[in-house]
């Protein structure tokens, strides 16, 4: 905790972050306690390195594209995150809660979130290209091209309804209703 | 005018040799200062208990006081794999593959992926025990996050005031006279050869002066029942460079006093430069050390078989290893190297430092030695609980790797905190982050190499 006062939190602040993003102020002081933590340098901000210093995400063959969304969500060409924009990417993760909607984590929000980690360009379309390059990460050197070809080929034709070669937020969405999204995509944070 | 500063002057060097010299003297002459430390750190954590909460209680009572945030799942862990040194994330045990469709089998392979790294971004076992953990309640000794009030504010002025004006000076006086104490004694073995117990009483007096001088309480558990005998090894997990110090302190027991010959610890440790440096050489003249360097491979194998040739003799004090092999901040511990495990017949005696951090932590992240030392002669106190656990032996079949999880859980139990499955190589060295990442590849490729083989050719697929 540095003297630095843009590392401050105050309390009108954890308000507003817990009426945008619905945590609770428990749960906001503690993820900005880990946020403090990854900064190493106490700059009030996180950047690539200081993500990728968290062995669980380095050794994740997926660890640079989650990265990747984590900065695309910012919305802005530095590469940075404040504590602002980091909170608002994990508040897409917050369990369902049918008596509480919120805008934020519902389904919807849920696999738009899960869509730019396949989207790499951000043009609303997953195409093969951008799928080879994510089944390169998950399986390195131990596939050859051409079998890389071919899983990307069938994972397109599968889910592929318009015939147009390449995968739209509706058809991703048709895909992954086969694998639980809700619970995937959520996390069970504490009280 | 000129009177009233004298005065003040003078009743400020009273207020800080005071202390000096008195403690000085009892340390000196084998004293202490009783439950007086314990008193003080009583009164400071009853005065904490009205400050303000930094971080939140949990709802019930956990054994670990530092609660997680979220609950992990349990097909995002990273698992080790039962024999070899390898792991797997549990998403990529996929089962039932050729009954699966080659796209429902990508998105789940994938979104799990992603989802075991958002979860990871937010709790991950590993380096949460690489910086300090959060303290509950502020101790006034750094700015919280929280925006203070006025009055606030001007007791956290006067705090840093007392502890930088009063605590700091009187602490370096003593961490300057125990260097000076051990200086002047180096000169005494020119005269006069001094036999084991004096060299014993000068290692014991120096660490006593230098813990004092770290403004260190500390409470030491069971070391007449659990003695470290000659021939074997103490093994305790890490958390300062100072813990040698610490731990020495206290190693003279009823017995020894009487004896001839007392025992003291083989101190070993990371070669380093600068003040620590000093630090080591000192302790080399006093008793056995071995320093290493922990990088270079040929040494550390020669530091192996040194060790090991000290436990084979009754003669050799008992050697005191970290093998952590890391500082870490006190709530986990990493996992033990099993190489200092492979001697048969030398018995362990597992030493579990417990800290209190909530006055003070003492714990060693990457800040230059000097920056470190300031923040802890800073503190209000660190409190330690050291407890000597009794002594292990390895089992007839047992192996290294199962012996090491054996008195790691044992001191994890006595300290109260998490063992790891995890070693700081995984933290530390981005060789071995590649070869974990590899494994991943290497099993999600099986996975697809299974849906290949089992699926039909992607003509017959379109052909209807």
């Not at chain 2, 080659?102 to 089998?105: A, C, P, Q």
């Not at chain 2, 004006?165 to 003593?174: E, F, M, Q, T, Y």
């Not at chain 2, 040929?298 to 436990?311: C, P, S, W």
């Not at chain 2, 590899?438 to 999600?444: A, G, I, K, L, Y």
């Given at each position: 905790m540095g003297n630095n006062s843009s590392l401050m939190l105050q309390d009108d602040e954890i308000r507003m972050i817990s009426n945008e993003t619905g945590f609770s102020r428990n749960q906001i002081v503690r993820l900005y306690s880990r946020f403090l933590s990854l900064d190493k340098q106490g700059r009030g901000f996180l950047d690539r390195d200081d993500f990728l210093r968290i062995p669980e995400l380095a050794v994740n063959p997926l660890g640079d594209r989650i990265v990747d969304a984590f900065f695309t969500e910012s919305d802005d060409n530095e590469q940075k995150i404040n504590f602002h924009e980091f909170i608002r990417v994990l508040a897409h993760f917050r369990p369902i809660n049918k008596s509480k909607p919120h805008p934020l984590n519902s389904r919807d929000a849920k696999l738009r979130f899960a869509f730019t980690m396949y989207d790499l360009n951000k043009n609303g379309f997953i195409t093969r290209d951008e799928f080879q390059v994510i089944l390169n990460m998950m399986v390195g050197a131990n596939i050859t091209a051409e079998q890389l070809e071919s899983i990307a080929d069938r994972t397109i034709t599968e889910a592929d309804h318009d015939g147009d070669g390449k995968i739209s937020f509706d058809e991703f969405c048709r895909a992954m209703e086969k694998t639980d999204i809700e619970q995937k995509m959520s996390i069970r944070f504490l009280n | 005018m000129l009177d009233w500063l004298l005065v003040l002057v003078r009743c400020y060097a009273?207020?800080?040799?005071?202390?000096?010299i008195a403690t000085t003297i009892l340390i000196i002459c084998g004293a202490g200062w009783g439950p007086l430390p314990h008193l003080y750190v009583w009164l400071l954590k009853k005065a904490l208990s009205l400050s303000p909460e930094t971080y939140p209680q949990?709802?019930?009572?956990?054994?670990?006081?530092?609660?997680s945030i979220i609950e992990r799942s349990e097909r995002g862990k990273l698992q080790r794999h039962r024999h070899g040194s390898g792991a797997s994330f549990a998403f990529t045990n996929v089962k039932g593959v050729e009954k699966t469709a080659?796209?429902?089998?990508t998105f789940s392979l994938t979104s799990s992926a992603f989802a075991a790294g958002i979860e990871a971004i937010v709790q991950d076992e590993l380096s949460c025990c690489f910086y300090p953990a959060p303290v509950q309640r502020w101790n006034w000794l750094t700015r919280p996050w929280f925006a203070l009030s006025h009055a606030q504010t001007a007791g956290y002025l006067l705090s840093c005031a007392f502890r930088y004006?009063?605590?700091?000076?009187?602490?370096?006086?003593?961490l300057v006279i125990s260097f000076m104490f051990v200086g002047v004694c180096s000169f005494i073995p020119i005269f006069y050869t001094l036999n084991k117990n004096q060299r014993a009483y000068i290692g014991v007096t120096y660490c006593r002066l230098f813990c004092a001088g770290l403004g260190l309480v500390a409470t030491y558990h069971d070391f007449d029942i659990n003695r470290p005998r000659k021939g074997g090894i103490?093994?305790?997990n890490h958390m300062t460079p100072n813990d040698i110090q610490i731990i020495f302190a206290n190693v003279l027991s009823e017995a020894d006093k009487s004896s001839t010959e007392a025992t003291t610890y083989t101190v070993t440790g990371q070669s380093h430069t600068?003040?620590?440096?000093?630090?080591?050489?000192?302790?080399?003249?006093?008793?056995?050390?071995?320093?290493?360097?922990?990088?270079?491979?040929?040494?550390?194998?020669?530091?192996?078989?040194?060790?090991?040739?000290?436990?084979?003799?009754?003669?050799?004090?008992p050697v005191l290893l970290f093998p952590e092999g890391y500082c870490t901040n006190n709530t986990r511990a990493l996992q033990f190297r099993k190489a200092l495990?492979?001697?048969?017949?030398?018995?362990?005696?597992?030493?579990?430092?417990?800290q209190d951090a909530s006055l003070g932590d003492s714990f060693w992240g990457d800040d230059p030695f000097w920056v470190y030392l300031v923040k802890v002669i800073s503190s209000w106190a660190i409190i330690y609980d050291v407890y000597h656990l009794p002594k292990m032996v390895k089992g007839e079949d047992e192996s290294a790797t199962s012996f090491a999880g054996r008195v790691q859980h044992a001191i994890c139990e006595a300290a109260r905190i998490e063992p790891l499955a995890f070693d700081g190589f995984l933290f530390h060295k981005e060789p071995e982050r590649n070869?974990?990442?590899?494994?991943?590849?290497?099993?999600?490729?099986?996975?697809?190499?299974r849906v290949l083989q089992s699926q039909p050719d992607l003509d017959e697929l379109l052909a209807d």
């Open positions: - | 009273a207020i800080i040799l005071g202390p000096v949990p709802e019930e009572e956990v054994t670990n006081w530092w609660p080659t796209s429902d089998l004006s009063v605590l700091v000076p009187i602490r370096v006086a003593l103490c093994m305790s600068g003040i620590i440096w000093y630090i080591e050489q000192t302790t080399a003249k006093l008793c056995s050390a071995l320093w290493f360097d922990r990088a270079d491979m040929r040494n550390r194998v020669e530091f192996m078989n040194i060790v090991l040739k000290y436990t084979q003799s009754s003669e050799m004090d495990f492979e001697c048969s017949n030398a018995p362990i005696y597992p030493i579990a430092l417990k070869r974990y990442r590899t494994q991943q590849q290497w099993n999600n490729a099986q996975v697809f190499l």
